[in-house]
């Protein structure tokens, strides 16, 4: 197990090391520059500005630099946001995205499991058709829509919840709703599959002959059991949230991480850029390992397999 | 102990001769695609999805041509008009009777004779045209994640595969790398280098695209491989290239479709994302997410202008989803639940 994790720990920082070299030369191809008003500078003062930023040094020396400053998680500083370093900017903003991604992710969980199991154990009724296709529907209607569409009922035309902005619970409710959507439809599609694998095992049999009522067998034996795999999807559901934040946070105008991250792409704040994907990147990377090694620890035959390469 | 019965001579009878019959096979035969189009039918979603896609391309390509305007036309006398077809602006429940939202005809009021189907848009844009010009980068960019899932995806967890060793090993690890990579990020530092449009997202997809299929295909071949009847083949002589082409890949056919399949919905969403956020196609070029993303400026006010785009969007995914499960129901009996 402790070689597996070292080999899993390499990995990601190699993954870590090009992502951040790469957007470090991606980002010196890139037309502009920190100087507004180019024109109206005179050559002095572009190169005590340039000076400042350490622009002036070539390539490789700005790229030692970064990697480390990096490493000290020092991201730079952005251009636009009155030269405010980037680190305190995504410290600023990560808060709404993080209780966003919590809520839609603890939400979305309970309800999709529920729903996945109701349709497991009501398997070919209406019910369970009811429940496949407002699974299908909630992974195929984009976020973006689905936010859409509840700000204009909800908020527009019921006057229920507030249609934007982030001043109170009641303000996470729509946006956490819209976000939740796909987790949900997943989380419902995986547990239904499973749950039926499960539920048709010889050990279901036994519980049942055994006299253990339905309720007792379909929690303590099947959900039990059926859950474990759902730990593979929590990597993928981690990039979707990230995802799900950049474009729900636009429509709700809430002030989190993915805003400020769209933001910056349209003002070409290429420091803000660049650490908020290092940033972003790190995480997912952080979560695939995490997955790697619970999955490893819960289910010993995967840590066999992974151990044998 | 079982007490035995006497048997006699007279409870047997001799059995009438058809053996010829024993042996006929009195169903055609079928192959596994006839077998799999068989159950693909049964599922009315995939039914559905199937007809839809069909629907929804013959629109992409025929209403922008046979259609009045161009997706970019401006005609600011016509701006902002609700939508209005023909023969169902008589049904009063249906939002395509020419009227606002205060319930007063446009057309009428301000004297304009064309039907606008899906209505117009604050710079008087067909939202017809422009809706199924946008349909059609999302196909083309449907169309283009499976062609890089078929070329790339199959040739490089073939090749991977197959020949295993030093090879397999180098190839596994810089997957396992681009793996780590969030997909997102590699197109958005693409999109930021090269203009936002069709190319820029074409070569991030080119190059982010075939890393699923690519471990799939690997996966099947490594299990394939060693099987008995390539084994034969190879006795016999067969080169690498015809065990790979004759003996590997038809067998691999089904998972290779089924992700596929998969990948089509989530390139298409991933489209729409991006210009929704502003960082796909650009204006006066017009794709589905950019649409819904204009329609939201004014969705108090001109609802359609969000409504009918993001109907389409979400039709064009459900359905491939729809299709990608019915197909791999269809083309796995195994993984049917």
């Known amino acids: 197990m402790a070689r597996y994790t070292l080999q899993r720990f390499v990995y990601m920082l190699i993954t870590l090391f090009i992502i951040a070299t790469a957007t470090f030369f991606l980002m010196k191809l890139l037309p502009g520059s920190p100087l507004q008003n180019q024109e109206k500078l005179s050559p002095e003062q572009q190169k005590i500005i340039l000076e400042k930023y350490g622009l002036n040094d070539p390539v490789p020396v700005q790229y030692i630099r970064y990697l480390g400053n990096l490493a000290k998680g020092d991201l730079g500083v952005s251009f636009q946001y009155d030269n405010r370093p980037v680190s305190q900017l995504i410290g600023d903003r990560i808060g709404p995205s993080a209780q966003l991604g919590f809520q839609a992710l603890v939400f979305g969980t309970i309800v999709g499991i529920l729903l996945g199991v109701i349709a497991a154990v009501r398997h070919n009724t209406a019910i369970d058709y009811t429940a496949t296709i407002l699974a299908v529907l909630g992974i195929s209607i984009p976020s973006f829509v689905f936010g859409g569409l509840l700000q204009y009922y909800i908020g527009v035309k019921l006057k229920l919840l507030p249609v934007a902005f982030w001043e109170g619970f009641e303000y996470t409710i729509m946006p956490t709703l819209a976000l939740s959507v796909f987790v949900i439809a997943s989380i419902a599609r995986f547990m239904r599959t499973e749950m039926l694998e499960v539920l048709g095992s010889d050990y279901i049999l036994t519980a049942r002959a055994k006299g253990i009522s339905g309720f007792g067998v379909i929690f303590k034996h099947g959900l039990r059991n059926a859950m474990i795999p759902i730990i593979t999807i929590l990597g993928p559901m981690a990039v979707n949230l990230m995802t799900g934040t950049l474009v729900i946070e636009q429509i709700f105008a809430v002030p989190g991480l993915g805003e400020q991250f769209v933001r910056s792409i349209n003002l070409n704040d290429y420091p803000v850029i660049m650490g908020t994907t290092i940033f972003y990147s790190a995480l997912f990377i952080l979560v695939i390992f995490i997955v790697d090694l619970l999955y490893g620890l819960i289910d010993p035959r995967i840590r066999l397999a992974g151990g044998k390469k | ?337």
């Open chain 2, 1 to 337: 102990m079982m007490t035995e019965k006497q048997l006699s001579p007279e409870l047997f009878e001799l059995a009438t001769e058809r053996q010829g019959d024993m042996e006929k096979i009195n169903r055609p035969s079928l192959t596994f695609f006839q077998d799999a189009w068989i159950r693909l039918r049964k599922n009315k979603g995939a039914v559905f999805g199937l007809v839809m896609i069909i629907i929804i391309t013959l629109m992409a390509i025929f209403a922008p041509i046979l259609s009045n305007h161009t997706y970019k036309e401006q005609n600011l006398k016509h701006a902002k008009l609700p939508p209005r077809i023909p023969v169902l602006e008589n049904i009063d429940w249906l939002p395509f009777n020419g009227k606002d939202m205060n319930g007063i005809n446009v057309y009428e009021k301000r004297g304009v004779k064309e039907y606008y189907w899906f209505g117009t848009d604050d710079l008087g844009r067909d939202l017809w045209t422009r809706t199924w010009y946008g349909a059609r980068i999302s196909l083309y960019i449907g169309v283009l994640a499976a062609a890089i899932d078929l070329l790339i995806g199959i040739a490089y967890g073939g090749i991977s595969g197959f020949y295993g060793g030093r090879v397999d090993n180098v190839m596994q690890r810089i997957i396992e790398v681009l793996v780590g990579i969030p997909n997102l990020i590699v197109v958005i530092l693409f999109i930021l280098v090269f203009e936002p449009g069709i190319i820029s997202i074409t070569v991030a997809m080119v190059i982010t695209g075939w890393v699923t299929m690519a471990r799939i295909v690997r996966g099947q071949i490594l299990k394939l491989k060693n099987m008995e009847y390539v084994l034969a083949a190879r006795t016999l002589g067969a080169s690498d290239s015809r065990i790979i082409a004759k003996h590997l890949l038809p067998n691999v056919v089904g998972p290779i479709i089924i992700t596929t399949m998969f990948t089509i919905p989530s390139a298409i969403f991933t489209e729409a994302f991006l210009s929704f956020i502003g960082l796909g196609i650009r204006p006066p070029q017009a794709s589905l997410g950019s649409l819904v993303n204009d329609g939201y400026k004014s969705i108090q006010t001109f609802p359609h202008l969000m409504m009918i785009p993001a109907f389409v969007i979400s039709l064009l995914i459900l359905s491939f989803n729809l299709l990608a499960d019915g197909l791999r129901d269809a083309l796995d009996p195994k993984m049917r639940k």
